[in-house]
Structures are given as C-alpha cells and as structure tokens.
C-alpha cells in the first residue's frame, strides 16, 4: 500500500468555534494540521507543481472555511475543513485534520483541546 503524503503543519487561523457566550464574540487563535494522502510519484520525478496538490491553495482554502464558519464544535469545524480540502484538488485520496484551540476555555492548565478527523473519498483508502 502506498503511503504519500504531503503534511502541513501549524497554520494559525482566527476563528468563531465554541458553545460559551464570550467564544462566540471574538475569533479564537486556532492551530491546524494537515496531511494529505496523495500519489507523489509524478512530482518526485517531473519536480513540477503542476504534478503535485499546491498546498498554498490548500492553506488559503482552509483560512477561508474556518474565517467564514461561525461553529459551535471543533467536530463540526473539522469536517467542513476536511470536505473542502478534498473538493480542491481529485488527486487527495484522504485528509486528516487537526485543530487545536489555543486557549482552551477550562480553569486547568491545559494547553490546547482539538480533534483530529480524517475522510477519505468513496471508493478509496
């Protein structure tokens, strides 16, 4: 089984996501992981953009969902994250996400609270 991917990795993004009133007034820092299952081997062999998945498309696409989403979970967040990042491109297989909250909204010293989902399109692995 082939295992490529192209893996992003800390993209920060202002976002509306929480239940509590004072999550829903302001954007919240949030932390996003990428990884994108998709055949290099015409990249690794052309060293040609166009024969790989452009992963600044991707960032601005998932700047753009997460900026324009007003969303209660990190679940619900996520999933839309993840459909759109496999509507950009028919050449990633799969996407797991991450996404973090920064400032988790819990009196404990906890560092980040997130989920991390993956999605694969019909018919692949």
Known sequence: ????RIELRGLRVLGICGVLAF?????????????????????????DLLDTVDYGAVCATVEQVVTSSEVALLEHLAARVVESVLALDERIHWVTVSIAKLRPPVPQQLA??????????????
């Open 1 to 4: 089984m082939k295992s490529d």
């Open 112 to 125: 980040t609270s997130g989920v991390r989902i993956t999605r694969a399109r019909v018919g692949r692995e």
């Open 23 to 47: 999550e829903r007034v302001s954007p919240q820092p949030l932390e996003i992981d990428l990884d994108l299952g998709v055949d290099l081997d015409a990249a690794a062999a052309s060293d």
